[in-house]
């Protein structure tokens, strides 16, 4: 179970290999996790999850931290909270 302050969370920080790291929000992040479903198999994750619903992105995107898309080749994100100045 993810910590319940993550989910207040509105900014996520993106890594990718050999990217650099991006700071984005929580929209973006769902958006970015949801293009790379659908590259990937995902059969092989949860056969009874609709990846294409937000509300389903959205709580993987809150529950896990890693998604290997390939062997050896493993998107990761956090979340991150950004203080105004």
């Known amino acids: ?9 509105d900014h996520f920080v993106l890594l990718e290999p050999d990217k650099k790291e991006k ?9 970015w996790l949801g293009d790379w479903f659908k590259k990937i198999d995902i059969t092989t994750i949860n056969q009874n999850e609709n990846f294409e619903k937000e509300e389903t992105l959205s ?6 931290c ?7 080749y493993v998107i990761k994100w956090f979340a991150v909270r950004i203080d105004p100045d």
Request: charged share 35%; glycine share 4%.
């Open 1 to 9: 179970m993810s910590n319940p302050l993550i989910r207040s969370e």
């Open 23 to 31: 700071i984005v929000s929580r929209e973006e992040a769902i958006k």
């Open 59 to 64: 709580k993987f995107l809150e529950d896990t």
């Open 66 to 72: 890693e998604l290997e898309i390939n062997s050896g």
